[in-house]
């Protein structure tokens, strides 16, 4: 992976895990408790600490400069010859396989519209996705809600009438979810993502290839853009995706964000899901049905 990806992902990871076993079930005795605390104090520090050396090594990126999310040519697309992206043999067959599953190709303009479901299948609401060039467009509507969210130039983020500021490392974070083979595609023909294997595990059911993705462009960029997948291994089909949405005001705070692909359709690029979970949009739990995709006019992706 990444070398600036070090142990602080990992003692995050470890305290929710100490925090959750204390949680659902009775702590073996004080001491665990004593550790989750010592290990909580610790991560406090190695966060600050990282965040100066981000500081230092970024120059002024973690200060949320807008020309950051839009630098493209430096920050997402150029294969830089100091990227320290690795990537695993073991990881590549399984995207490739998937992509190959998938029948991706080069990814186009789309607009993406559909329903939203509750458990029940009854419509609880519609939503319309739009990916045009860079910029990604997301809006949602309810009996009782409406959102409107856009990520690329002239970023938004409305909520029932309300602007709710974003930082540019969340933004950076959003990612077009429904869209696995693009958004693996473009990922793998940037070099500056690595690809690490990480395990066979079950997954909803499946026994699934575990796969991690990050981008290594920099520093603030390696600690949003983590992404963890799992691929069935016998369609090759994505199963889930893990993101993360960072905290408005520290980018190594996060909760996880998870996609998990029900059906597949086929389109005008290749097999996409026909319905998806999603616990980022309305709540956990929400069933998104896609019905229509179409190809649209615009900027290059």
Request: proline share 3%.
């Amino acid at each position: 992976m990444c070398k600036l990806y070090t142990a602080v992902h990992a003692s995050i990871a470890l305290s929710k895990s100490l925090q959750a076993a204390c949680r659902y079930s009775a702590c073996p005795n004080q001491k665990t408790l004593l550790a989750v605390t010592r290990l909580k104090s610790l991560i406090s520090v190695l966060i600050f600490v990282s965040s100066m050396v981000f500081s230092i090594f970024d120059k002024g990126e973690m200060a949320y400069s807008q020309e950051w999310h839009h630098d493209d040519s430096t920050m997402r697309h150029a294969a830089s010859a100091d990227s320290k992206a690795e990537r695993d043999s073991r990881a590549l067959p399984i995207v490739q396989a998937s992509l190959s599953a998938l029948g991706a190709l080069s990814a186009q303009n789309l607009e993406v519209t559909g329903e939203v479901l509750n458990l029940d299948g009854s419509v609880r609401g519609t939503f319309t996705w739009k990916d045009v060039g860079k910029i990604h467009e997301a809006e949602l509507s309810t009996a009782s809600h409406h959102r409107y969210f856009r990520v690329g130039s002239n970023p938004k983020n409305e909520q029932d009438g309300k602007s709710i500021t974003l930082q540019p490392h969340q933004l950076a974070a959003s990612v077009p979810r429904h869209l696995p083979g693009q958004l693996l595609l473009d990922e793998l023909a940037n070099l500056n993502w690595s690809f690490e294997f990480i395990a066979n595990e079950e997954c909803n059911g499946h026994s699934c290839g575990h796969v991690r993705v990050l981008d290594c462009a920099t520093a603030l960029t390696q600690a949003v853009s983590v992404q963890d997948w799992w691929f069935d291994n016998v369609s090759a089909l994505p199963v889930k995706l893990k993101t993360r949405i960072p905290r408005n005001d520290n980018a190594l705070i996060y909760d996880d964000d998870v996609t998990v692909y029900l059906t597949w359709q086929d389109s005008v690029i290749g097999r996409i899901p026909k319905q998806l979970r999603n616990c980022e949009q309305v709540e956990c739990g929400s069933l998104f049905d896609l019905q229509r995709v179409v190809a649209v006019p615009g900027g290059n992706r």
